[in-house]
């Protein structure tokens, strides 16, 4: 199991923002679009970093309702870990794990191609593992 087949079914829409927009417009689109993270990209669709409730958290308790002002590019992470579609469904879970993140962008030939988030991978994990588990019981069942 690997990106490619996740992206292939969730899909390759990615929600993203420009650097310059507020913080307070990249709230309203958190929240209109019922997501945890934005990816930030430039006017020509290059990945300049990734905004998510955690950054959000951390601006507002540092310099509360004054943050809502601030440019998304103050607050975001610059330094993205990023996927490909060949990359499996395990060395996703490695890197989430040891980034202590739950997004991470796709990237094909530098252009952002989906974004895959935690619950993406343990959905597919569920299906994984109960496929597994179908498979032991019919075949101890013709046993
Ligand atoms: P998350 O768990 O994805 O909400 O993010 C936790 C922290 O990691 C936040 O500071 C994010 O900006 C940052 N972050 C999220 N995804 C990535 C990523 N793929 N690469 C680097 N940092 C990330």
Do not use: W
């Not at 310059?20 to 970093?49: C, F, N, P, Q, W």
């Not at 310099?63 to 990359?87: D, F, N, Q, W, Y």
């Not at 469904?89 to 980034?99: A, I």
Request: proline share 2%.
């Amino acid at each position: 199991m690997n990106v490619a087949q996740i992206l292939g079914n969730k899909g390759h829409d990615v929600i993203s923002v420009q650097p310059h927009r507020t913080l307070a417009e990249a709230i309203r689109t958190l929240g209109e679009k019922r997501i945890g993270a934005v990816v930030v990209a430039g006017a020509d669709g290059s990945l300049l970093g990734i905004l998510s409730e955690r950054d959000i958290i951390r601006a507002l308790a540092e310099t509360g309702t004054a943050a809502l002002e601030s440019p998304v590019s103050r607050i975001m992470t610059a330094k993205v870990v990023t996927c490909r579609h060949e990359t499996s469904v395990d060395e996703l879970m490695e890197l989430m794990t040891v980034g202590r993140f739950r997004h991470v962008p796709v990237l094909e030939n530098g252009r952002i191609t989906g974004i895959v988030s935690i619950g993406d991978v343990v959905k597919h994990r569920v299906a994984e593992i109960e496929a597994e588990s179908r498979a032991m019981r019919d075949y101890i069942a013709m046993a």
